[in-house]
Structures are given as C-alpha cells and as structure tokens.
C-alpha cells in the first residue's frame, strides 16, 4: 500500500480550497449585516463608477452583493495615489447607513478603511440581495428600516435605536425630507424653521473662560442654494456631540437652534442674525442625490 499517496490525499483533502480561503477574508452575510448598519464589515468594492464627484459601487460578500454609493469625504480614496479604492479592493465599512428610495436599498459608507487595495479578483460568485420591504427584515432577521434620526411622524413615535458611537448625525428620510426655508427668511420670531446649507467654513475649536466657568466654542459658516449664509455658533456638550462630524462642504438640514441678532462686528455672513446650536438642535445630513449636495462646492480661499 502506497502510504505516502494516501497520506498526501488525506493532506489535501483537509486543506480548504482557494476559493473557501479567499471567502474567510469577508465577512460572512456581510451584506446583511451592512443593511443592518452593522459596523466593521469587510466586503470586496466590485462594479465601481462615478457619479459626478462622488463614486457608486457594490459591495460584496461572496454570496451577495448591495449597490453602495461611497460620501463626498471619501471620494480621495478613489483618486488617492496610495492604496486606493480600486476594482476588487478589499475594505472594512466602519461606518454606513441603509436608504431606502423609491422600492430600493442603497448603502451609504460614511467612513471605511483600504484593508487590500490591489486585490486580483472578485471572490466568489454573488448574487443581488433580496430587496426587503421598508421598514421590514433581512435574511438575518435584522430591521433594515433606514435611520429615522429621531423624527416620527405625526401621530406616531419613531423606532427607538441605539445611535452608534459618533452617530449623531444621520442621513435624512428619503420619504420624510424636511421642507426647508431660506436663509435669507429666518427671523427670531420663528422657532419653526429648517435650513438646507452647505457647511463652507469650520473653524477651530476654541477654550474659553470667563466668570461663568470654561469650556469649548466652535463656530460654522453654512450657505444655501441661493449663496446666503449664516453663522453658527456651539458650545460645551454641543460642540462635541456635532463638532467631529460636521464638514466642510457637506450639504446640512439644520434646525432647532436658536435665533438672534449677529455682532456685525465679527460676523461677515449676510444674515442678520447668527445660530446658536445646542445638543438638542436637529442636524441631519442630505441624501447623496441631493440637488445641492451634487452642485460641486464652491472653492474656499487659502
């Protein structure tokens, strides 16, 4: 008997196929677990294209895949000259919210990490994952209602959801779009107001202290469609629940600050009067497909 034939196909027949090896570097139902807004997943970026400044994508698992579209502050990663985002790269979603517009399941990946840029192949085969009805289960038997950010409907209570760390901002409700006014019509004589701008200016994080006490000011500069813009101003709790998430050049739905008359001699904005924001205000970020958000943004002076 032929003991070391025997032993070599004994030997080969434990070892795990080259597909089976290639399928453990993704997340298993890692397309799932994205709809579910699980952190962390890792998936192989396939069919990539452009959509203007912002790039589209599908992300798969191996068995599935799901149409992602990837937010302006991740575009470089495409275009970046050091381990981009290419054909078949291989990516950690660290964080993502699931849209659901017009019969359909989107993911947006806010903030991912290149764990292979230049990988050969797509992995696996993968299929489309089953479209889940709004507000339903996937196969996991995980919600993949999108993101209410805290607004219910009127006569009913939005979902309670634990908010992921650093998620206080959210996209906005494809089916419940705030209904914003301009700029140039705040008045303080109004509470019920919200503005869709575009953040232009961030400035630094400042320490204070007066005779009240110290803490932390951060002031933003946010323009709509029509080019007026308005100063925002945050302090303490607000500063670090809304300060580490707001960027330069993303397109806001603000509201719930409070309104009053602008030092003129500091404020260079058009309106009249300057925000103040506080931890109880509403920011929600706009859709990726936004009108405003696909405007490109205004080049800032260095």
Same mark, same amino acid.
């Given at each position: 008997?032929?003991?070391?034939?025997?032993?070599?196909?004994?030997?080969?027949?434990?070892?795990? @196929?080259?597909?089976?090896?290639?399928?453990?570097?993704?997340?298993?139902?890692?397309?799932?677990?994205?709809?579910?807004?699980?952190? +962390?997943?890792?998936?192989?970026?396939?069919?990539?294209?452009?959509?203007?400044?912002?790039?589209?994508?599908?992300?798969?698992? *191996?068995?599935?895949?799901?149409?992602?579209?990837?937010? @302006?502050?991740?575009? +470089?990663?495409?275009?970046?000259?050091?381990?981009?985002?290419? $054909?078949?790269?291989?990516?950690?979603?660290?964080?993502?919210?699931?849209?659901?517009?017009?019969?359909?399941?989107?993911?947006?990946?806010?903030?991912?990490?290149?764990?292979?840029?230049?990988?050969?192949?797509?992995?696996? +085969?993968?299929?489309?994952?089953?479209?889940?009805?709004?507000?339903?289960?996937?196969?996991? +038997?995980?919600?993949?209602?999108?993101?209410?950010?805290?607004?219910?409907?009127?006569?009913?209570?939005?979902?309670?959801?634990?908010?992921? @760390?650093?998620?206080?901002?959210?996209?906005?409700?494809?089916? %419940?779009?705030?209904? #914003?006014?301009?700029?140039?019509?705040?008045?303080?004589? @109004?509470?019920?107001?919200?503005?869709?701008?575009?953040?232009?200016?961030?400035?630094?994080?400042?320490?204070?202290?007066?005779?009240? *006490?110290?803490?932390?000011?951060? %002031?933003?500069?946010?323009?709509?469609?029509?080019?007026?813009?308005?100063?925002?101003?945050?302090?303490?709790?607000?500063?670090?629940?809304?300060?580490? $998430?707001?960027?330069?050049?993303?397109?806001?739905?603000?509201? *719930?600050?409070?309104?009053?008359?602008?030092?003129?001699?500091?404020?260079?904005?058009?309106?009249?009067?300057?925000?103040?924001?506080?931890?109880?205000?509403?920011?929600?970020?706009?859709?990726?497909?936004?009108?405003?958000?696909?405007?490109?943004?205004? #080049?800032?002076?260095?």
């Amino acid at each position: 008997r032929n003991w070391a034939f025997e032993s070599r196909r004994q030997f080969s027949s434990e070892q795990p @196929s080259q597909s089976a090896r290639e399928m453990e570097m993704l997340t298993q139902g890692g397309v799932e677990k994205l709809r579910s807004e699980t952190a +962390g997943v890792v998936v192989q970026v396939v069919k990539i294209s452009s959509a203007g400044s912002r790039y589209r994508a599908r992300l798969s698992d *191996g068995t599935r895949w799901v149409e992602a579209m990837f937010a @302006s502050q991740l575009s +470089g990663y495409f275009t970046r000259e050091d381990e981009p985002i290419v $054909e078949n790269s291989i990516v950690r979603v660290v964080r993502s919210q699931t849209m659901a517009k017009d019969g359909s399941e989107k993911v947006i990946v806010s903030e991912a990490e290149v764990i292979e840029s230049a990988y050969g192949s797509a992995i696996g +085969g993968g299929r489309a994952a089953p479209r889940t009805p709004h507000g339903g289960k996937g196969e996991s +038997g995980e919600s993949t209602t999108p993101s209410t950010c805290g607004v219910a409907s009127r006569g009913e209570e939005a979902a309670p959801k634990t908010p992921r @760390s650093g998620g206080a901002i959210r996209y906005a409700r494809a089916d %419940k779009l705030p209904s #914003a006014v301009p700029v140039a019509r705040l008045n303080p004589y @109004s509470n019920r107001w919200t503005i869709k701008a575009r953040l232009t200016h961030k400035g630094e994080v400042v320490e204070y202290s007066n005779q009240r *006490g110290t803490g932390t000011l951060l %002031k933003v500069t946010f323009e709509d469609a029509a080019g007026d813009d308005v100063e925002a101003v945050m302090f303490k709790e607000a500063v670090t629940k809304w300060g580490p $998430e707001l960027e330069e050049g993303g397109v806001y739905f603000v509201s *719930g600050g409070r309104l009053k008359a602008a030092d003129r001699r500091y404020s260079k904005t058009k309106c009249q009067y300057e925000i103040t924001l506080n931890v109880d205000a509403r920011i929600e970020r706009a859709l990726e497909d936004d009108d405003l958000v696909r405007r490109e943004a205004p #080049a800032t002076a260095t």
